[in-house]
Every structure is written in structure tokens, then in C-alpha cells.
């Protein structure tokens, strides 16, 4: 079964650091999402990425985040700054349509410190 | 009132028994609408989609009433298996364009 691959699977850094958080989303899906879940809270929606554009992003996603696309396959998020409230998983997930559901990553652990 | 909420749980039921959850939304312009599992610090994984004229996938039933902007899903001879946080997602259209919202979960323990 496809697989949306993220890497690392736990990122300690410290605060005031730039992070890049690295997806690999399945290969025919055309939308492309990143989700953080703070530890023992609720799932929340950061960002929405189609045809090399964001397309739609919440109040989390400030200027202190980006996405990209670098190439063809891997989809991006950075964190610049780093507070210790960052520290969550963070997901990427992708899908065919926007409609459907969305295929996540394991995640990624950021602990700030 | 919050966007997308759900029963607090736990719930801690018996294998075999029927177990279900249930979930409302405020965004009367909802448009999809899908069940999740995430099992204890894993990523959420699809259970089902929920269409308008209800669903079912072996033995999970999904249901959908836009009118009460309520969502079911019901568990049928419950496995051990089925222990994890249950998500009712929501995709609506805000300030911020359209997007899914979780809610918080609903965490369910099948005993043996």
C-alpha cells in the first residue's frame, strides 16, 4: 500500500533554531497537507499545497512557517525561530482529491528545547 | 462552540460488545465528512468516509444527519484491535478557505 514517508522521525532542537520538517508524499496524489498535534491535543491544520502554490492555511501558519516543493517528490516545512510551544508531531499528509481522505505520515516529533 | 466535538470518552467496553460514538459540527456548510482512528502516538489513519445516505464497512456503520449537523459512527462485535482514539472530521470552508477539522477524538478501550 502507497506510503506518505516522513523524515526524521523525532527532531530535538533548540529554540531560536530553523527546522525543515521533510515529506515524501505518494506519488500520483496532487494535494499536500501538514497537521501538527501538540501532545495530548487535538489534530490541527497548519497547510493546504496544490499546483506549487499553498492553497489554503490557518492562523497557526504564521510567517514563521513556509512550505516548498523542491522537486518532484519531497514537500517541505520550515519552521524558522523555533518557540518551545512548536514542539508537537507534526503530520504530512496527501491526497488524489480534495474531497477525500487524506493519507498521513508516521510524523514527525519536534521537541524544542 | 467548538467547530467539531465528540463524546469525551473513554469508553472501556467488553470484546463482542456494540459500541457508539458520536460527534457534531457547527459549520452548517460542512461538506465531507470521515472517521479516523489514531492508535497512541501514531498518525491518524482513514477509517471510512461518511456519505449522506449512511455507510457501512464490515462492522463499523457510519451515519450523517445534515439537518442536526450530526455524525455516527457505530462499532458492531467489538476486537480488541478496535482500542484506539476515534477522530470525526469535518472539511468546511472559513476565513482561512477550506480545510479538515478534527475533533478531539473519542478514545475507546475493548477488554477482554
Known amino acids: 500500500e502507497p506510503e506518505v514517508t516522513q523524515t526524521p522521525s523525532h527532531q530535538v532542537t533548540q529554540m531560536g533554531q530553523e527546522v525543515i520538517l521533510r515529506c515524501v508524499p505518494i506519488?500520483?496524489?496532487?494535494?499536500f497537507y501538514w497537521y501538527r498535534q501538540i501532545l495530548g491535543q487535538k489534530v490541527e491544520f497548519l497547510v493546504s499545497f496544490y499546483n506549487n502554490e499553498i492553497s489554503e492555511k490557518s492562523e497557526i501558519f504564521d510567517d514563521q512557517f513556509s512550505v516548498e516543493r523542491p522537486d518532484g517528490s519531497n514537500f517541505t516545512l520550515k519552521i524558522r525561530s523555533t518557540k518551545l510551544e512548536d514542539s508537537a508531531m507534526y503530520f504530512c499528509?496527501?491526497?488524489?482529491?480534495?474531497?477525500?481522505?487524506?493519507?498521513f505520515g508516521s510524523g514527525t516529533r519536534l521537541t524544542v528545547v | 462552540r467548538k467547530e467539531v466535538e465528540q463524546d469525551p470518552g473513554p469508553f472501556n467496553v467488553p470484546e463482542g460488545a456494540t459500541v457508539a460514538f458520536n460527534c457534531t459540527y457547527s459549520n452548517s456548510a460542512s461538506q465531507s465528512f470521515f472517521w479516523y482512528r489514531q492508535d497512541c502516538r501514531k498518525e491518524p489513519k482513514l477509517l471510512m468516509s461518511?456519505?449522506?445516505s449512511g455507510n457501512e464497512d464490515g462492522r463499523f456503520t457510519a451515519q450523517l444527519n445534515r439537518a442536526s449537523q450530526y455524525i455516527s459512527l457505530l462499532i458492531r462485535d467489538s476486537k480488541l484491535s478496535d482500542s484506539a482514539t476515534y477522530l470525526c472530521v469535518v472539511r468546511h470552508r472559513d476565513n482561512y478557505g477550506q480545510n479538515f477539522v478534527f475533533g478531539p477524538g473519542t478514545r475507546l478501550s475493548v477488554l477482554p
Open positions: 461518511v456519505y449522506s
Open positions: 506519488s500520483n496524489h496532487l494535494y
Open positions: 499528509a496527501s491526497s488524489a482529491d480534495r474531497d477525500r481522505g487524506y493519507t
